[in-house]
């Protein structure tokens, strides 16, 4: 049989979401908000929270790079984001950022077990996450780097963690 690609107006998304959301510091940059969309669209998060300086979804460049998830994915924005933390927390989520800190580990050991409820948090391009929201956090997670580098695009680490973890849930 020929590896043939498949027309796309065919997909039918599952329609179960993860206990997985996403929450969003200070990432300022439309591109990066509209692909935090579009990763939380695809691999079935349960909402996305955009606080401090985050671009909105309104912003034409987010929706670009949203490619109409912006329409789709449950959001909210808020100013100060350890209020959105501390509720999340009492809802029963573990708040893990994604950052390499002092005391960050692989995301590849990050226990996860299905019917565990997670928000991951991601910080600013440049300054990463604040020292309040690590403080806030119950895990700090990094993505092992093999290059000269020690980080990448925050949609691209987003994607990473995401996929693992979703697939951790499963």
């Known amino acids: ?51 401090g300086r985050c671009c909105t979804p309104a912003h034409p ?16 924005q808020a100013g100060d984001p350890l ?11 573990r708040i893990v950022s994604l950052e390499i800190s002092s005391t960050s580990i692989d995301l590849a050991e990050l226990p996860v077990a299905p019917g565990d409820r997670i928000c991951l948090v991601l910080g600013n391009e440049s300054a990463g ?7 806030a956090s119950d895990a700090t997670v990094h993505i092992p780097m093999c290059g000269a580098n020690s980080s990448m695009n925050v949609a691209s680490a987003c994607a990473i963690a995401t996929y693992v973890i979703t697939g951790k849930l499963r």
């Open 61 to 76: 460049k987010a929706r670009k790079a949203a490619r109409t998830t912006e329409q789709r994915m449950p959001y909210v």
């Open 129 to 135: 996450v604040c020292q309040p929201l690590l403080d």
């Open 83 to 93: 209020p959105v933390v501390a509720a999340l927390k009492q809802a029963g989520y």
């Open 1 to 51: 049989m020929p590896n043939t690609q498949l027309d796309h107006r065919a997909h039918r998304p599952a329609s179960a979401r993860h206990a997985l959301c996403l929450l969003a510091h200070d990432v300022q940059r439309p591109a990066n908000v509209g692909s935090l969309f579009r990763i939380a669209d695809a691999l079935g998060l349960e909402k996305l929270y955009l606080t």
